[in-house]
């Protein structure tokens, strides 16, 4: 390095350098390396010391040799310790790129016309603009024959990748927020612990009205067919969260059960109708007929299944 960077420059530089490398090596997880191993920030430290005493060090070696310099020598280390911080090698670099003409050399390329003292400069054409416009040709002819000739893949096919991919994660995301449920996403639960679950909500709150097989008591028979306030799991749904009919006893149970436990209870009682009660209640209510189901045998199988998010999903 050269000692027309100060070490002002220098020794940031380096410490966020290390710093950088540190973090990049060291596979801390979710949190930055600094705060998941405390040792690192000792060891940040001891980097910071050591790149000072480095600095010093070579203060002082720098310091001993003046003093063997003869005065000639003193006064041109002086000098040229005196020029300003300097970034040659950016100066070059620029000068490079631009090409462009010092304004005391710009005679040489001045042109020899001249519009009421208006007069034209032969300037090159920058090369930063010229590699430019070669890195666009050469971007162009890959893409001419990928796209255009072999046809690797085009926007209708990158959009059913993404749609695929937003899919997945909508399943992945409602597999761990199952309490995020409400009456317009809640599906019907199919899984055993679900359902064992539910069952043990339903025997702990819901007997009491509704009969361990849902034949019915206070409240109405739950394993027939016939629904007063609808069937299905979203109506199911509504009803446990929002409660029955004023003055007929069924409560809303939101302020008691999480939305998830909602959601296995009402499973529950769906498959309540496989039963037959003991002792069941007179069908109250109509026969409840799943609008989504299909009306006929000609439907295809694919659209029976009702995607309960792709309604909240068009809302
Ligand atoms: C205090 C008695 C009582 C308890 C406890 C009770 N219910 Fe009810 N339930 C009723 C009554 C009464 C109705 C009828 C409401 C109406 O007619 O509006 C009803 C209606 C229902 C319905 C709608 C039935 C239909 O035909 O539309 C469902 C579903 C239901 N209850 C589920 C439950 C669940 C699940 C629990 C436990 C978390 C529960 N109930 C606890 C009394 C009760």
């Given amino acids: 390095m050269s000692t027309r960077t100060p070490w002002w420059i220098r020794v940031p530089v380096l410490f966020f350098l290390i710093f950088g490398l540190m973090e990049y090596f060291i596979d801390s997880g979710e949190k930055p390396a600094i705060i998941e191993y405390p040792i690192t920030q000792f060891f940040m430290f001891m980097v910071l010391m050591l790149l000072i005493a480095i600095e010093l060090i070579v203060k002082s070696v720098e310091n001993i040799m003046f003093q063997t310099l003869t005065e000639e020598g003193k006064e041109r280390y002086l000098a040229s310790k005196s020029k300003k911080v300097e970034w040659k090698w950016a100066k070059n670099l620029y000068q490079r790129l631009t090409k462009s003409r010092s304004l005391e050399r710009e005679e040489e390329i001045i042109l020899d016309h001249n519009y009421d003292g208006i007069r034209e400069l032969d300037n090159v054409l920058p090369p930063w603009w010229v590699y430019l416009f070669y890195a666009t040709i050469i971007f162009s002819v890959v893409y001419l024959v990928r796209f255009h ?3 690797d893949y085009d926007q209708a096919l990158e959009y059913e990748q993404e749609v695929a991919a937003a899919q997945m ?20 639960l199919t899984d055993a612990s679900d359902l064992a679950a539910g069952e043990k909500i339903f025997v702990q709150n819901c007997v009491v009205c509704h009969m361990a097989d849902g ?7 739950l394993a027939d067919e016939y629904w007063i306030l609808g069937g299905g799991i979203k109506n199911v749904f509504n009803t446990i969260s929002e409660g029955g009919r004023d003055g007929k006893g069924m409560v809303a149970w939101k302020q008691t059960l999480k939305p998830l436990e909602m959601a296995q209870v ?8 496989e039963n037959t009660p003991a002792n069941p209640k007179a069908p109250e209510g109509e026969i409840w007929v799943d609008p989504d189901a299909p009306q006929s045998e000609e439907t295809p199988a694919t659209e029976q299944v009702s995607d309960s998010t792709d309604v909240a999903m068009n809302k």
């Avoid at 034949?215 to 028979?221: E, Q």
């Avoid at 009402?266 to 109708?273: E, I």
Wanted: proline share 3%.
């Fill in 149 to 151: 000739i072999v046809g």
């Fill in 169 to 188: 994660a909508i399943e992945e995301y409602k597999k761990t927020a199952k309490n995020l449920v409400d009456v317009n996403t809640v599906e019907f």
């Fill in 215 to 221: 034949g019915g008591g206070i409240g109405p028979n």
């Fill in 266 to 273: 009402a499973s529950y009682v769906l498959t309540l109708g």
